[in-house]
Nanobody
Framework: VQLQASGGGLVQAGGSLRLSCAAS????????MGWFCQAPGKEREFVAT????????DYSESVKGRFTISRDNAENMVYPQMNSLKPDDAAVYYC????????????????WGRGTQVTVSS
């Protein structure tokens, strides 16, 4: 599976961004997808994950209620919608894939895309 994240940019605090992750392969629905973020000097952190069917999702406490993750299996795409952005949300965001069920740790994911930078101005 090859992954390509996009959609990052500069946004003011309180604003919104919609990231995208495009995946290659013919069995996309077999993969749970995850999003992680990494700020300078910090470890990679869990943001959200969605099941292969798209029917179940989980979020970190810091983004719950502000971010929504969805997927389009016909198009092999995953979309985190990021609302009410805060300066603390600024980081490089990565999408990741794993066969099977959702997991929360970066080491649980086998495939990673290159990150996309999100910058939030106060």
């Amino acid at each position: 599976v090859q992954l390509q994240a996009s959609g990052g940019g500069l946004v003011q605090a309180g604003g919104s961004l919609r990231l995208s992750c495009a995946a290659s392969g013919r069995t996309f629905s077999s993969y749970a997808m995850g999003w992680f973020c990494q700020a300078p000097g910090k470890e990679r952190e869990f943001v959200a994950t969605i099941s292969g069917s798209g029917l179940s999702a989980d979020y970190s406490e810091s983004v719950k209620g502000r971010f929504t993750i969805s997927r389009d299996n016909a198009e092999n795409m995953v979309y985190p919608q990021m609302n009410s952005l805060k300066p603390d949300d600024a980081a490089v965001y990565y999408c990741a894939a794993r066969r099977g069920s959702r997991r929360f740790g970066p080491n649980d994911y086998d495939y990673w895309g290159r990150g996309t930078q999100v910058t939030v101005s106060s």
